[in-house]
T-cell receptor
Framework: KAGVTQTPRYLIKTRGQQVTLSCSPI?????VSWYQQTPGQGLQFLFE???????NKGNFPGRFSGRQFSNSRSEMNVSTLELGDSALYLC???????????FGPGTRLTVL | TQLLEQSPQFLSIQEGENLTVYCNSS?????LQWYRQEPGEGPVLLVT?????EVKKLKRLTFQFGDARKDSSLHITAAQTGDTGLYLC???????????FGTGTSLTVIP
């Protein structure tokens, strides 16, 4: 079975721009979660989508948004980028039966 | 406050030595996962422990889930340079209905 895939792997943007990241979960997994990872804050939960609905949301500003499509693929959007948004953005798909998450390789976003 | 506390935060050891990493909480979990992450990559799942008192072995790695399902440990025997990485524990909590991650243990194995 193919793992979780994320595109692109690397992105460089400037302040004020917006960005869209994409994630394809493991086949059969309907839950997709997004995390932001920085050296200072560790892994922080952004949101989770299940069957095209946002099921849970972390403590991030409204500039961070997401959506999920009928094939379970998910996108995350960050608008009006700030320097502090530079981070590794990780997507994870969840196996419901064991409450286990499997991560993609991440998208490294650098905001200049 | 962190739901899952890991210790130690940093660990630097010589190749061939043994080490133990701890993951503690005051909450009870139905399962707990351990991941290893290399720089610039996503965390890779090592193991899921489900039953209180459970011990799982993965080659030189031994994982234990506490009897009360509140804590877990990861023991590495005869560490190798390839074990270098960030080790994270994680668990799903009904409170908040989300996964929580430990603070992480950064392990460096020196040849």
């Amino acid at each position: 079975k193919a793992g979780v895939t994320q595109t692109p792997r690397y992105l460089i943007k400037t302040r004020g721009q917006q960005v869209t990241l994409s994630c394809s979960p493991i086949s059969g997994h309907r839950s997709v979660s997004w995390y932001q990872q920085t050296p200072g804050q560790g892994l922080q939960f952004l949101f989770e989508y299940f069957s095209e609905t946002q099921r849970n949301k972390g403590n991030f500003p409204g500039r961070f948004s997401g959506r999920q499509f009928s094939n379970s693929r998910s996108e995350m959007n960050v608008s009006t980028l700030e320097l502090g948004d530079s981070a590794l953005y990780l997507c994870a798909s969840r196996q419901q039966s064991t409450d286990t998450q499997y991560f993609g390789p991440g998208t490294r976003l650098t905001v200049l | 406050t962190q739901l899952l506390e890991q210790s130690p935060q940093f660990l630097s050891i010589q190749e061939g030595e043994n080490l133990t990493v701890y993951c503690n909480s005051s909450s009870v979990f139905s399962s707990l996962q351990w991941y290893r992450q290399e720089p610039g990559e996503g965390p890779v799942l090592l193991v899921t422990v489900v039953t209180g008192g459970e011990v799982k072995k993965l080659k030189r790695l031994t994982f234990q889930f506490g009897d009360a399902r509140k804590d877990s440990s990861l023991h590495i025997t005869a560490a190798q340079t390839g074990d270098t990485g960030l080790y994270l524990c994680a668990a799903f909590a009904n409170t908040g209905n989300q996964f929580y991650f430990g603070t992480g243990t950064s392990l460096t194995v020196i040849p």
